[in-house]
């Protein structure tokens, strides 16, 4: 059974496509198949994993626009268990040449059906807006992971995202649920970081994961290296926190198998 994961943040610099790196490569280094999809066209995903955007290279606007299958766009990510669709600006025509196109926001999940059952796990790396691009992610997705930042706005952001979801739910029909709300760039050292953590621990409860990801030189050195942080320092405080996220989400993914299957 597969579990697909659309990680969004309509606010950018929260660490979002930092998350798809590196809990992509956790989850690949605990023994369990994964495909990410780069769905943003700044492509990071795809640099991030030391791929070149070369002319001729399919990617996620491929899959979306000109239907080819899937399975003809994956590329090998360089570590075992884990693939990537790649992405590049191209995918920035994406929002308007699908606006018109009939049953536009389930393209996407029609198309993973052709590989699904191949993966544990699909994660999806949004842009940072909620265009057609992140509504086709949502419509794919089981659940929805949401990282934030530690600021002042971040309870504001995140309950506009939460109040999306919702309509999404509500529109579509689709029973997507919150895979959990992950703090970033935790610094326990301010006032700030921690005063905000609390209001959204105290605001989401469960929601809020266990795991927080804290500011480290190492993960933001990684990606210029086209290396996820387990691969470019695999004792860095960053690479241990993703490591931990990776076992939190299947340790609830097993919870809930668990639960359906009484």
Same mark, same amino acid.
């Given at each position: ?55 001729? @290279? /399919? #990617?996620?606007? *491929?899959?979306?626009? !000109? ?5 003809? $766009? ?107 709300? @992950? /703090? #970033?760039?935790? *610094?326990?050292?301010? !006032? ?5 953590? $609390? ?64």
């Amino acid at each position: 059974m597969t579990t697909t994961i659309a990680i969004t943040n309509q606010k950018g610099g929260v660490g979002k496509t930092t998350t798809a790196i590196n809990l992509a490569a956790s989850l690949a280094a605990n023994d369990v198949k994964v495909l990410l999809i780069d769905s943003d066209p700044q492509g990071n995903s795809t640099s991030g994993f030391g791929l070149q955007k070369t002319p001729g @290279l /399919l #990617t996620t606007y *491929d899959v979306l626009v !000109n239907r080819l299958p899937v399975s003809s $766009a994956i590329q090998p990510s360089g570590m075992d268990g884990l693939d990537i669709i790649p992405a590049d600006k191209n995918l920035i025509g994406a929002n308007f040449e699908l606006v018109n196109i009939p049953d536009r926001e389930i393209i996407l999940r029609t198309q993973l059906d052709e590989v699904r059952a191949n993966y544990q796990f699909i994660l999806i790396d949004c842009p940072p807006a909620l265009d057609l691009l992140t509504l086709n992610a949502l419509m794919a997705a089981d659940s929805v992971l949401v990282p934030i930042q530690c600021e002042f706005f971040a309870l504001e952001g995140v309950s506009e995202l939460m109040d999306t979801i919702d309509r999404v739910r509500e529109s579509f029909d689709h029973p997507i649920r919150t895979e959990g709300i @992950l /703090l #970033t760039m935790f *610094d326990d050292r301010t !006032n700030l970081t921690r005063q905000v953590a $609390a209001d959204l621990r105290e605001f989401f409860q469960e929601d809020v994961l266990k795991t927080v990801i804290p500011r480290n030189i190492r993960l933001a050195e990684a990606p210029s290296h086209g290396k996820p942080v387990l691969l470019y320092d695999p004792a860095s405080r960053g690479s241990e926190s993703y490591i931990q996220l990776a076992k939190e989400i299947l340790s609830n993914e097993q919870k809930r198998r668990a639960q359906g299957a009484r």
